[in-house]
C-alpha cells in the first residue's frame, strides 16, 4: 500500500482559486490589461512572480515594467488576495477532503502539503488544518516551479518516503505534470487534465477506498 498522499492546496483542499482570479483582475486592470477566466486557468498552480510574467506579456507589456515595478504589483496583487482571504474559515474545505483526512491518520498514511503559495501556512490555519499535515513544503525554498517535480520530492524528502511510494493529488495542468515527473503516482481534480493515473471530476469523490482501488490497479 502506499505510505504517503501529498495535496496541492489551491483547487484540491480549498477552493481559492477564484479568489487569486479576482486579486489578479484588479491589479491588471490597474495596468490596462484585461484578463478572463479562459487566461485565469493557465495560472492555475503557476507561483505569484510567474503569474504576473504571463498577465504582463498577456497585454503585451512585458517590457513595461521593471524588476522593482513587478514586485510592487505582486505586492498590490498579495495585499488584495489578503483582504479576500480574510473571511476563510473551515467552511472553504472542499467536500471529500475531512473524511479522506480522517482515513489516512486512522490507516498511518504520512500526509504532505506541495502548494506553491507563499500563503499556504495562513490559509491552512485559517481552514483549521494545519495540525493534518506531517510535512508542508516551504515554497520560498524552491528553485523551480511545477511542471519540475522539485516541489513534490521535496515533499517526500521531508515525509521520509520515497516518490514510488506516494500519491499526489493536483487540480493544474502544471502540478500534474510534476507528480508524474517526480515518481509518483498522479489524481487529477478536474475534466480537463492530460496524463493523470485516475481522474476525478471533483473533491468529493476521493476517498479511502479509491485510492486504494487506484493503489492496486498496475500504472498504465
Ligand atoms: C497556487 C495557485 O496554489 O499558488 C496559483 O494555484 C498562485 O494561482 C500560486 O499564483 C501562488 O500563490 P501566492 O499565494 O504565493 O501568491
Ligand atoms: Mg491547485
Known sequence: IFRAVIFDLDGV??????LHYQAWKETAAAIGITIDPTFNARLKGISRMASLALILRHGGKERAFDEAER??????????YGE?????????????IPALLDALAQH????GLASVSLNAPFILDALGLRARFDYCVDASLLRHSKPDPEIFLTACAGLGVAPEQAI?????????????????????IGDDLQGAGLLLPDTGALSWRCLQDFWSTPPR
Open 84 to 96: 479576500l482571504l480574510a473571511s476563510l474559515d473551515s467552511r472553504a474545505i472542499l467536500p471529500g
Open 13 to 18: 483542499i480549498t477552493d481559492t482559486a477564484h
Open 108 to 111: 498511518g498514511i504520512a500526509v
Open 71 to 80: 514586485a510592487r504589483l505582486a505586492a498590490r496583487k498579495n495585499a488584495r
Open 168 to 188: 499526489g493529488i493536483e487540480d493544474a495542468q502544471a502540478g500534474i505534470d510534476a507528480i508524474n515527473a517526480s515518481g509518483m503516482r498522479s489524481v487529477g
